[in-house]
């Protein structure tokens, strides 16, 4: 921080302040956004998550000159530091803001120019695996003569920080966020694609709508497509149809969108020449479907790991990163996939649960992580792919998640197939739940859990299998949620 010198200060933002300085030896000026970490090992993660921003390259996109970590005494914080070439650009916000004012529309060639960039400039960054996860109006610059850039990237670790995004994202903001983003903290390339369509719908309507209008329609977009109506040219309600799908698995990648006409068109225009753009791949190699959705994806990977004899490697990946949380969920849906298919031997999980309790442990407030852990459990304890030394830290981390996730059906429901199976087999496991823990036993927190989810079918099915399992094992009354002998009346 020594190197600069601070001109001016910007409004902070959802996740940090922006400030302009001043080189103190070449005297250029530059932009440098400070952004609030938990903690040194949060701010040391992002730094090396940002790192790639250094050798981002691309005309449309604000190149990152250094990255740092400091120390702010003030808010006795760990800050890590993002310095950034200063464009003399005002923002997409402020231009729509005043074509919202004088009710005039962008001009199609404007639109074509913002399009054909903004796909490019993604198509740039994703095929490097570089996401934005920021895309908005007020983080895209336009200058006079239509030229966009793209600027304030966010990293994996702060964007998945919940407290960070309930509390410092305005709700007028949270509108330009993928419905996977927002509810559970999900980011991929398709949720760019997400937020770029939103930026390019509120330009395509703030004419004729004013801004909590608009707003409300973009927020709309989270349940249906009916804002869609608004727009009249085909070609533009087809691209954003395919832009703006629910589903993430449904929603089109930039590879996608490079090939719609009205695309191609716009890229032309702005000379760029990724619509002739292919990806080379290696003679032999064959390009992952990311097309088809990324659990096609996974379970061609599956069958590849499979056929090298490889699951041992995914446990093996889930030790070396545990704080990874996107390979974490990524190693949990392969070995779903891997048992629901029923393509591996017993042997080549070892350790499986052992470790799956220990990450479950470290996430146990993260209901994203959660889920998809709870859910390889289940298939790995239905299978028996177990030991006992396991059973008393699964029939754990199983309570602990009711207790942290009492209203998250779908972690309800894997816990309650678990505890069936594990039931079903041990006596350590029925054991284990009639355990008194804070005041209360495992079979308190079912049936209290239970009353969360009254009208939902699939975990009133689990739990009532999880109760046969519990009243035949005769090592607890759940009516009183106490232990009692067999031989008690």
Same mark, same amino acid.
């Given at each position: 921080m020594e190197s600069y010198v601070v001109v001016d200060v910007m409004p902070p933002g959802s996740f940090g302040m922006t400030f302009f300085v001043e080189d103190r030896n070449s005297g250029l000026e530059y932009t440098m956004k400070k952004v609030e970490c938990l903690d040194e090992t949060r701010a040391n993660r992002s730094l090396q998550e940002a790192l790639c921003l250094i050798d981002v390259n691309h005309p449309n996109?604000?190149?990152y000159r250094e990255l740092f970590i400091l120390w702010d005494k003030h808010i006795t914080s760990s800050m890590l530091s993002m310095v950034m070439d200063c464009p003399y650009m005002t923002t997409l916000?402020?231009?729509?803001? &005043? +074509?919202r004012e004088m009710k005039e529309r962008f001009e199609d060639k404007c639109l074509q120019m913002f399009l054909g960039q903004m796909v490019d400039a993604l198509a740039y960054l994703h095929n490097r695996s570089i996401l934005h996860r920021n895309m908005k109006p007020s983080n895209i610059l336009m200058s006079s003569d239509s030229v966009f850039r793209i600027c304030d990237f966010g990293t994996a670790?702060? &964007? +998945?920080?919940?407290?960070?995004?309930?509390i410092r994202i305005k709700e007028s903001e949270k509108c330009w966020m993928a419905p996977e983003s927002m509810r559970l903290l999900q980011w991929s390339d398709k949720s760019d694609i997400w937020s770029l369509g939103c930026v390019l719908l509120d330009m395509l309507i703030c004419h004729i709508l004013n801004e909590e209008a608009s707003l409300s329609q973009l927020s709309q977009l989270k349940h249906d497509l009916t804002p869609l109506d608004l727009i009249i040219c085909r070609d533009l309600r087809h691209l954003l149809t395919r832009m703006l799908s629910l589903n993430p698995k449904n929603r089109s990648n930039v590879w996608v969108?490079?090939?719609e006409a009205i695309v191609q068109q716009s890229l032309i225009l702005c000379g760029s020449s990724s619509h002739s753009i292919k990806r080379t791949l290696p003679q032999g190699v064959t390009e992952p479907p990311f097309h088809e959705g990324i659990d096609s994806v996974l379970?061609?990977?599956?069958?590849?790991?499979?056929?090298l004899d490889s699951v041992h490697q995914v446990l093996n990946t889930l030790k070396d990163y545990p704080h990874e949380k996107d390979i974490i969920v990524s190693c949990c849906k392969i070995i779903q996939i891997t048992l629901e298919k029923g393509r591996c031997a017993p042997e080549s999980f070892p350790d499986a649960v052992?470790?799956?309790?220990?990450l479950g442990e470290l996430y146990v407030q993260d209901a994203v992580v959660a889920e998809y852990l709870c859910s390889a459990l289940q298939f790995l304890i239905n299978r028996a792919l177990y030991e006992e030394k396991d059973i008393e830290k699964a029939t754990c981390l199983l309570v602990h998640e009711l207790r942290s996730h009492p209203n998250e059906a779908a972690i309800v429901n894997h816990v309650f197939v678990a505890m069936a199976g594990l039931i079903e087999s041990s006596d350590t496991a029925a054991l284990q739940l009639c355990l008194v823990t804070d005041d209360r036993n495992g079979v308190y927190h079912?049936?209290?859990?239970?009353?969360h989810h009254l009208d939902n079918p699939k975990v009133t099915e689990s739990f009532c299998h999880l109760l046969k399992q519990m009243?035949?094992?005769?090592?607890?009354?759940?009516?009183?949620?106490?232990?009692?002998?067999?031989?008690?009346?």
């Open positions: 996109i604000v190149r916000k402020i231009v729509i803001s &005043s +074509q670790t702060i &964007s +998945q920080d919940r407290a960070k995004v309930d969108l490079v090939n379970e061609k990977a599956c069958e590849q790991i499979v056929k052992e470790t799956l309790c220990r079912i049936m209290d859990v239970r009353r009243v035949q094992h005769g090592h607890c009354t759940v009516g009183t949620g106490y232990p009692v002998k067999n031989d008690e009346p």
